[in-house]
C-alpha cells in the first residue's frame, strides 16, 4: 500500500512543493493576463497599481504605501510609478505632509486603461476557480490568502534589525 504523503518528510519529492506550486501558478496567471492586456499597453503589475490606486484615491496614496499594499520593494515600486507616469496614466507630487513623499495620482488614461484591462481580470479570474467547484473557491481565496500573509510574516521575521 502506498505511504500517505502527508507522512512523507516536507521536502519529499514524492509530496507538492508549497513553493514550486505558488510559482507555477503565479507564472501562468501573470503570462495568461499579460498575453490579454498586452493590447492596451499595460502590464499586470500596472494594472495592479492602478486598481490599488483607485481602491484608496478617497484618501490618497504615496508610494511608500503603494509599495506595501503591493506587497513589493521601494525600488520596483519607483521604476513602476515612473514608467507609468512617463506613459501618462498617472502623475506624482510632493505629499504636503511630508515633502520627501511622493503622492500618486491616476489620470483619465489611467482610469480608461484600467476600465478595459478590469473586464479582461474579471474574465481571467473566473477562467481560473472554473477550476474549482463553485463551493470551494471562496474556501480556496481565503486558504490563499492565509498562507500569503504566514509567507510576508516570515519575511518580516526573517528582516535584519536596523
Known sequence: MPRKSHKLPIDSPERRRLPILLRRAWYGLNQAFRRRIAHLGITPDQFTALRTLLEHEAEGLVQSELTTLMASDPNTIASLVERMEKAGLVTRR??????????????????????????????????????????KREEFLQNLSAVADSCRSAAEQGRPKM
Open 94 to 135: 510632493t505629499d504636503q505632509a511630508d515633502r520627501r513623499a511622493k503622492r500618486i495620482e491616476i489620470k483619465a488614461l489611467g482610469r480608461e486603461k484600467y476600465e478595459e484591462a478590469r473586464k479582461i481580470a474579471i474574465a481571467v479570474q473566473t477562467e481560473i476557480l472554473g477550476a474549482l467547484a463553485e463551493d
